[in-house]
Structure formats: C-alpha cells, structure tokens
C-alpha cells in the first residue's frame, strides 16, 4: 500500500498464515513539516555603505545568499551591506540529514548611491573679513559649525569666523535621505596691532605731534578734514588743525592684513591781544617797536595817525610794527593814535583803537 500521511503516523500490519494463525506488526512513519518561510528587512531601503538586518521565520535552519555581504549566513536574524541593490535568498529546513525538508523565500534590499559632494578651495582671508564658501553635488545642504554663517542650508553662503585660526566648515549633502560631506578649510590671519596715541585737546594757533605706533609699520593716512599731511603714510606727524579733526593710522602686516585707528585732536579758538600804550624807539635796543602782541592772531592791520589825523605808519604784516619814524625820520615825541583792526585765527574781527605814547631819549 502507499501512504501519505500530514503527520507522524504509526500503522498496525495483520496477516494469517495457511493453517489460520494471525500475526501481526506496527510501523511508525516521521512526517517532517515543510517550512513556511517569511522573511523581513528592516529597513529594505537603506544607503550606501550602510545596514540592514535579515530576519526569517518559519524553518529550524537556515542559509542565506549571496553570502558575501552578509555577517552570518546561518542565522535566523543577521545583517547586510550590500553595495548594490541585492535580492537576498533565505533556504529554510527542518529536520536532520539526511531527512531535511526544505522551502525558501527571498528579498529586495534597494541601495540608494551616496551623493558626491565637494566644496571650495581653501579660503584666506584677514580678521574680521568674510568669505563665500560653496558646496556642490546634491539638493540639500547643511554646513556646521552654524557659527558665523549666513544661511546654514544654502549651497553658497558667507562665513564670519570670529578671531584668528583655521577653521574647518564641513557641509553635510543629503539626496533621499543619503548623505556625503565636504570640508573647507578657511585661514583667518591675525590683524596688525595699531595705536594713533590718545585723542587731545590744542588751541587754534597750536601744533600737536601725532605718534602712532604697531607690532608693524603704521603710518598716517589721511585728516577728516581733508587736509594733506606734511608727511604721508609716517608714524610720525605735526598737524595744525584749524577745526576739530581726526586722523587716520594705518597698518599692514606680512599677511596683507590691515588695521586702522583713529586719534581726534580738539581745537579750542581762544585768542588773546595787548596792545602797549608807550614804546621807546631810542636804540637800545628794548622797547623800539610798537606792535600788538597776543595769540592765536591771524592778521593785524595797523594803522597810526598824529595828532592832526595825518597817517603817519600803516601796515599789514603781522610781525611788523611802528619804529617812530616817517619817512626815515623819526617821528618828535608825543601821543599818538593807533587803530587795529585784529583777525583772529579762528576768524573772528575786533577793531580796536586808542593812544600810544612815543617816547625820546630818556636819561
């Protein structure tokens, strides 16, 4: 007889011999089940160079293919990397050899590839300079550190390194959830130290000597007001503002970096005048000229009259006085009249008039 059995079934054998005897026997037969194989990937999608992990159920044993991109190949659960998109094969069995029942099932892994990823050169640039970095090779862009940088998802931004160094920005590029990186390397060089000295205060009719100094060569550049300096680009420079000015110092050191700082030299307008009443014009050389003295004076315009109202001296010059003469002779002793008409140097005019004595020989 032929039997099928689903499960382990024993069966009983009767036979009876010529003479009427009966004998009999039994006989077990081991149905081994065959494997109902499921298999999962978690995940079926993964990146390049990235995991999933193999599970089957359903079977005692198991071997998966292709076996070379996967960790165990006979175990129920185990990972894989492939490079490619892999259809993995899982044969299941139960029993023991050589009675082994076998079925088996398979799965898709789908490798999404990388995206390439590049970035700019190496940038340098001074302290407290910016520079545009940029990364190319997929959609999505993210660049770390954020610190000092415009727009952290853009594949192009301006960077703000704050102090001097190498600094190192990397952007990370994603394209389906996979992602690459780049690097950039930005140099920040240091700035030159530069001192133009501490700001101060002079009066119009003065002159200050600026000094500026560095841990390079400095130099004065310029005067807000436009006005040249007697020495361009020198650590060292006498200035007579007449308003309220500032000055420019300017350094570069061997990296090509450049400083500047700023001194302001404050201008007061005082101004002040005296004009004597008597001068002495007898040789002795004390007392010989008659002329208003003071500071901060632009201009004086003198003029000296006699007693009838005759111009007897008349001058523009503001260092040259009335030597008592007229004509080359000098003038008979007695009282004169003066009138000065004073500019100032901060622009200011006064006339002022009145009587200078002019006096002889005295013994």
């Known amino acids: 007889v032929t039997a099928t059995p689903n499960t382990t079934t024993t069966y009983s054998i009767t036979g009876t011999s010529a003479l009427g005897c009966i004998g009999s026997t039994t006989t077990s037969i081991v149905v081994i089940p065959t494997p109902t194989i499921s ?86 640039i001074c302290e407290g300079q910016t520079t545009l970095i940029y990364a190319n090779g997929t959609t999505n862009y993210t660049w770390s550190p954020s610190s000092g940088v415009d727009d952290i998802n853009d594949s192009t931004t301006y960077i703000s390194p704050v102090g001097s160094g190498v600094f190192i920005y990397t952007v990370t590029g994603s394209n389906n959830n996979c992602t690459s990186t780049a690097t950039v ?98 040789g002795d050389i004390h007392n010989e000229v008659f002329i208003p003295m003071g500071y901060a004076i632009d201009e004086i315009k003198l003029t000296i009259y006699d007693r009838w109202g005759h111009v007897v001296f008349k001058s523009n010059d503001t260092v040259i006085g009335w030597d008592g003469t007229k004509n080359g002779k000098i003038c008979e002793q007695g009282v004169y009249v003066y009138q000065a008409e004073i500019t100032a140097m901060s622009g200011e005019k006064v006339i002022r008039t009145g009587h200078v004595t002019l006096l002889g020989k005295t013994k």
Not at 82 to 99: E, M, Q, S
Not at 192 to 219: E, K, M, Q, R
Not at 221 to 245: E, K, M, R
């Open 39 to 124: 298999v999962f990937g978690s995940p079926l999608t993964i990146c390049a160079g990235k995991t999933t992990t193999l599970s089957a159920i359903g079977a005692t044993n198991y071997t998966w293919s292709p076996s070379g991109s996967v960790n165990n190949v006979n175990s129920a659960s185990t990972t894989a990397n492939p490079v490619l998109t892999t259809t993995y094969t899982v044969d299941g069995t139960n029993g023991t050899a050589p009675n082994l029942c076998t079925s088996s099932h398979t799965i898709q892994i789908l490798v999404i590839q990388n995206p390439t990823v590049t970035a700019s050169p190496k940038q340098i």
């Open 185 to 282: 390397e930005v140099l920040v060089n240091p700035l030159p130290i530069v001192n133009a000295g501490v700001d101060t205060t002079i009066n119009i009719d003065n002159t200050v000597t600026l000094t500026g100094f560095g841990n390079t060569s400095v130099g004065f550049i310029n005067a807000s007001d436009g006005t040249p300096l007697s020495c361009n680009y020198c650590p060292t420079v006498t200035v007579n503002p007449q308003n309220s000015t500032c000055y420019t110092l300017e350094g570069i050191n061997e990296y090509g970096c450049r400083a500047t700082d700023v001194v302001c030299v404050t201008v007061t307008k005082d101004w002040s005048v005296f004009i004597p009443n008597a001068f002495t014009p007898n």
